[in-house]
């Protein structure tokens, strides 16, 4: 009997410990706000909140106003608004694709390298750092907050290691690995790769507004608000010329109708002349028939005497 209770304990214990390990190796939602999505294997996307879990082949996306924690063990990733991101290993090794977006990774130094996160342009490898990875569909950039990180530009196979307060760059019309800072890192050529797929993403139709997402939605809802703004942008423009034109409208009829007034007034004042003139052509014609009068007078007495 005793044997058996020893064999029971040893058992449980065996399956405990492999049941921590296994939760050791899946992500959990720690911190989230706004709009959060989880897709597993391919099936549709549903929103999820904190305390999800996030296993291996299962892709984040956040919408506009969305953010997420993955917390796993001592190791964390700070997924930003509009990003994507999918979790493709999860184990002595990690691997993460992040297609969109912006991340902040922080990962548990150890004495081999066991990290990765791949862009569409650029891959980076670490033992152990803190690091910031952004992409869209032009360019990506590595911001190194503490450790190192060996960044590899996929086109072009160009390597290299970048320290704390660098930052690597790769465009995609050029494809070179560059940098961007005084700082040089110590670089090396690789061979070029293609990127790494995406593993089942979800299938369906949908967007980040809705529960089944894939690349492109994301692209068409980013390009959607990008969109959004300008109009925004053109009729607050519009709206401001629009204002300006009628004040300048206004302007020139104040001005316009303050010179008909001045015409008027003079019209007025022309008027009154030309009164003041007719007056006085009747007050010089009175004179004048007066004057003949007289001088009639006198004739008619002159011709009397003679």
Do not use: Y
């Not at 050529?189 to 939605?217: E, I, N, S, V």
């Not at 010329?241 to 010179?259: H, I, N, S, W």
């Not at 007034?265 to 004179?287: C, H, K, N, R």
């Amino acid at each position: 009997m005793k044997k058996f209770w020893i064999c029971v304990v040893a058992l449980v214990a065996g399956v405990a410990g492999f049941s921590a390990s296994a939760l050791a190796d899946e992500w959990r939602i720690a911190r989230s706000s706004g709009e959060v999505w989880v897709s597993t294997g391919g099936t549709a996307a549903i929103l999820v909140s904190t305390g999800s879990t996030v296993a291996e082949r299962s892709t984040v996306s956040t919408g506009p106003n969305g953010r997420a924690m993955l917390v796993r063990g001592r190791e964390s990733v700070v997924v930003g608004p509009s990003t994507m991101l999918t979790v493709a290993e999860s184990g002595a090794f990690t691997t993460m694709i992040q297609h969109a977006g912006s991340a902040e990774f922080e990962v548990e130094r150890q004495n081999v390298q066991h990290f990765a996160v791949e862009t569409p342009l650029l891959a980076a490898l670490v033992k152990g750092t803190h690091f910031v990875v952004t992409t869209s569909s032009r360019q990506a950039e590595v911001e190194v907050s503490r450790g190192i990180v060996e960044v590899t530009a996929l086109a072009s196979g160009q390597m290299g290691d970048f320290l704390a307060g660098m930052h690597a760059i790769v465009t995609r019309d050029h494809g070179f690995l560059g940098f961007l800072g005084d700082a040089a890192p110590r670089m090396w050529q690789g061979a070029p790769r293609a990127p790494l797929g995406l593993p089942d993403l979800p299938a369906g139709g949908g967007g980040l507004t809705q529960t089944a997402m894939g690349t492109t939605d994301l692209v068409t809802d980013l390009a959607g608000s990008i969109l959004g703004t300008t109009g925004d942008l053109v009729g607050e423009v519009g709206g401001t010329v629009g204002d300006l034109v009628g004040d300048v409208g206004d302007t020139v009829g104040d001005v316009v109708g303050g010179v008909g007034d001045v015409v008027g007034d003079l019209g007025e004042t022309v008027g009154d002349l030309g009164d003041t003139v007719g007056d006085l052509g009747d007050t010089a014609g009175g004179l004048v028939e007066d004057i003949g009068d007289t001088v009639g007078g006198l004739g008619g007495a002159l011709g009397g005497l003679l």
